[in-house]
């Protein structure tokens, strides 16, 4: 019987390959997941009453459900309406509206801790209230929440394993394949937890980063201010 240490060198690669799919499911999730939630903030908060309850809506459901539920829905259940998706695009989607759903959270937290001064003055200067939004609001909401909203890429990431169940080839999957073959599950596993480790410390890493090269003085919440 080989090492652990034997056994991962053997199939790094393959686990690797699992890898990569993993950190492009993550950043597409976050980038579509950011799109979405940047959306539902301003439909929510500077919205008619129409897209207020429709962002609400979107909110409340995908963050109320399992996201397990959402990817099988998306996977199993379209093919009934006549709808059918791959299953990169089914997880895609899926990682998508979930994590929209919460970024959505994290904006809407942000805009309401800039106070409504500052978009009484910019309106009394003359501003139209969108671009008041986009020059005066935005730009120092999108700071005040990147310390939570930095949670986020992380929580993904380890969100991610969900869609094996789906045969997404991702960490999971590669590792469920490997332990098949080997008949070996508990090295199998052991890896992957060390690349999942190596991958949240990088990821907390380079949002932590982010964090200090964007924090202005004195534009601080009150919870940072109490930290």
Known sequence: ??????????????????????????????L????????????????????RSLAIGYIE???GTPLLVQV??????????????????????ALGLNSGAYQAEYLRGSILAIGEGQMLAARA?????????????????LRLAIPAWANEPVSLLKATSVVFLIAVPE????????????YDPISSYLAVAILYLVLVYLVD?????????T??????TVGEHAG
């Open 171 to 182: 960490l999971m999957t590669r590792a469920k394949l490997i332990a098949s073959r080997t």
């Open 125 to 141: 200067i003359g501003m139209s209230k969108w671009k008041a939004v986009f020059y005066i609001i935005l730009p120092q909401a």
């Open 72 to 93: 099988f829905l998306l996977y199993y259940g379209l093919p009934g309406l006549g709808i059918t998706l791959s299953r990169e695009w089914s997880a895609f989607l």
């Open 205 to 213: 890493a380079a949002m932590k980063w982010l964090e200090r090269r």
């Open 1 to 30: 019987m080989i090492s652990f240490f034997e056994f991962f060198v053997r199939f790094l690669p393959d686990l690797l390959s699992g890898m990569g799919m993993t950190l492009l499911l993550t950043a597409e999730g976050v």
């Open 32 to 51: 579509a997941g950011f799109v979405l939630g940047l959306a539902a903030t301003l439909a929510r908060t500077y919205g008619s009453k129409f897209w």
């Open 61 to 63: 459901l995908f963050r």
């Open 215 to 220: 924090r202005l003085p004195g534009l601080t």
